[in-house]
């Protein structure tokens, strides 16, 4: 089974790892971890601001930023896993992520912001739910 986990840096992201750790383990077939990271695109004059090199400095940081705290989690879990960094909107590359690496699941945490806010801004485990073609575990 192949299941692909959204993390981006916040504190669930350890609870999402452990969360999945335990599932594989009582799959039958050994699963393979896809752990993916969007980074959100900067605007045109950010970019422009940062230089020529300056923006791909910034992703990979923040990328790193959200996955490095998980590695280690990751290791202890014995299971096969490949990260993957990306940059954009989350929602659509999140779906096509998950379709590139023909995931059967998709794990993805909850933040819990609340109703009110999440009904006004939306709310990207809401939309991945919606939106997308396979199973969602949403952890919180």
Known sequence: MRILLAVD???VGATLVRRVAKLAKELAAPAELHVLTVVPRL??????EFGKAG???YYDRQAEAALEPLRPLLKRTRLAWVEH???GEAVPTILAEAKA?????????SH???AIK??????VTQKVV???PVPVLVVH
């Open 9 to 11: 840096g916040s504190a």
């Open 43 to 48: 605007s045109k004059a950010a970019e422009k």
């Open 55 to 57: 923006p791909e400095r």
């Open 85 to 87: 960094k990306a940059i």
């Open 101 to 109: 690496a023909k995931a059967d699941l998709i794990a993805i945490g």
């Open 112 to 114: 819990g912001k609340g």
């Open 118 to 123: 999440s009904l006004l801004l939306g709310s």
């Open 130 to 132: 919606a939106l997308s």
